[in-house]
């Protein structure tokens, strides 16, 4: 093709944007695709403030490799009672059964916090609310496509999972994977 992908990769991102009401498409004659959504111009909208702030975020993202991978490392290291073990798996689950793309980010910015917590370390908490915060500033600014929430989902429990196993180095390198995939998608917003 012309754009340098083929058909199903250009079908499924179209399919992304109209499931984000970016786009609209109609059939038949005189049918075909177009924009519903129009970016932000320069000094309004939440992606160009971001773009403002674009070295404190890209920090963020950094801080946030370092900081929460280690915090599930000690979470799966700990003896873990039943109520805690509790804690993780209902914020897991909350994660899933949240009715919409606000309710889906609170939840699971609190499955993230869960994880801290089960560390019994007040410090790796403290911090893991700061990078939640943060990206929080930045989530908001993009359309939530269920592919991303599919692929977070998976990764989320494969992350519960290590921990409540107590497979310190899997849960971290699952939560690497997920903070660099969350990294990816972020960098090409403020970009």
């Not at 177009?34 to 971001?50: F, K, N």
Request: proline residues 3%.
């Amino acid at each position: 093709m012309a754009l340098g992908v083929s058909r199903a990769t250009l079908r499924e991102a179209m399919a992304g944007l109209r499931e984000a009401g970016m786009v609209a498409t109609t059939r038949g004659r005189g049918g075909g695709s177009v924009v519903l959504h129009e970016p932000s111009t320069p000094g309004q909208g939440g992606r160009a403030r971001l773009r403002g702030r674009r070295e404190e975020l890209l920090d963020g993202l950094v801080f946030r490799r370092v900081v929460e991978p280690g915090a599930v490392q000690v979470a799966a290291g700990r003896t873990l009672s039943a109520a805690e073990r509790a804690l993780v798996v209902d914020s897991l689950a909350a994660v899933a059964a949240a009715p919409d793309a606000a309710g889906h980010r609170q939840a699971d910015s609190r499955l993230h916090l869960a994880l801290a917590t089960v560390t019994g370390s007040a410090r790796l908490v403290e911090a893991v609310t700061a990078v939640q915060a943060g990206l929080h500033d930045m989530l908001v600014a993009i359309p939530v496509l269920r592919v991303n929430i599919e692929h977070s989902s998976a990764q989320h429990e494969a992350i519960v999972a290590a921990v409540l196993e107590g497979d310190g180095a899997r849960a971290r390198r699952e939560m690497e994977r997920h903070c660099d995939d969350t990294a990816a998608l972020l960098r090409g917003l403020l970009d």
